[in-house]
């Protein structure tokens, strides 16, 4: 022998079981939703991921941008900057970070994934999430979906905040740990609310739960959304976060309104 440990009686078949299962899972995936563009279906190898055309189209959101909001500036003065939106009026949060403006490409993947079913898509769109948010993944303690009221999770039957966070967590080696924060006000649909009313609407909204304390105290915490509007939601879930003892709260969405260029 040279030293290596012997495969135990029964684990290589095991394994070998495990991989076949493996492909048939994507074989039938691949038959429900066969290899295309996850923006327009136009034939794509591999599976799951933006054509060519669908990619260009899509407005990413880069340096230069405002280092507290994350919102891009339309031009680069060579140093870190904040906006003056959000000089004066000052984020909860510390940094936020998305993918892309929220136009007409990632509102219709948005749409699909929370709408339409396709948590197929959520992989996909982790991925590009990771890249948009590596510099808070790596301080981050733990990653925290944005939760869902359990009303409105029980109709929708899952929480794409959630479905996102799971990929960002696996790739960045992050625990994700939903159960640090719950949702506990049935809030009324934040659409078509100003500022001020959307604020409202969410006042109370969030609770560490008191059991979760321990587990929270000191860390530092990476949320995680799908699309990050006005700032409210992110807001109201990280100043409950903060009160419930973490150290600081980043946000990190796979989509920004941007309401100037």
């Given at each position: 022998m040279d030293g290596a440990e012997s495969e135990p009686a029964g684990s290589g078949w095991a394994s070998r079981l495990g991989a076949l299962a493996g492909r048939a899972g994507r074989a039938v995936l691949g038959l429900v939703y066969p290899p295309g563009c996850i923006v327009c279906g136009a034939a794509t190898e591999p599976a799951h991921v933006l054509c060519a055309?669908?990619?260009a189209r899509v407005r990413f959101i880069e340096r230069p941008f405002c280092e507290r909001l994350g919102t891009p500036f339309a031009v680069d003065l060579g140093v870190p900057l904040v906006s003056p939106a959000a000089a004066a009026d000052p984020p909860v949060f510390d940094r936020a970070r998305a993918v892309a403006r929220y136009?007409?490409?990632?509102?219709l993947l948005v749409q699909k994934l929370k709408y339409g079913d396709r948590l197929d898509l959520a992989p996909a769109?982790?991925?590009m999430m990771v890249r948009a948010g590596a510099e808070l993944a790596r301080d981050a303690d733990a990653i925290v979906p944005v939760p869902l009221h359990p009303t409105r999770l029980w109709w929708r039957r899952f929480n794409q905040a959630m479905e996102l966070a799971r990929p960002v967590a696996q790739a960045c080696g992050r625990p994700c740990e939903p159960a640090l924060l719950a949702r506990v006000k049935r809030t009324r649909p934040q659409v078509g609310l100003t500022r001020p009313q959307r604020g409202e609407n969410l006042q109370g909204a969030f609770r560490v739960p008191d059991a979760m304390r321990p587990a929270l105290k000191g860390r530092r915490?990476?949320?995680v959304?799908?699309?990050?509007t006005?700032?409210?939601t992110a807001n109201a879930?990280?100043?409950a976060l903060l009160r419930g003892g973490a150290s600081a709260?980043?946000?990190l969405a796979f989509a920004r309104v941007v309401t100037a260029a």
């Open positions: 055309r669908c990619w136009d007409e490409v990632t509102r769109l982790g991925r915490i990476l949320l959304d799908d699309v990050l006005t700032g409210a879930a990280a100043r709260v980043d946000v």
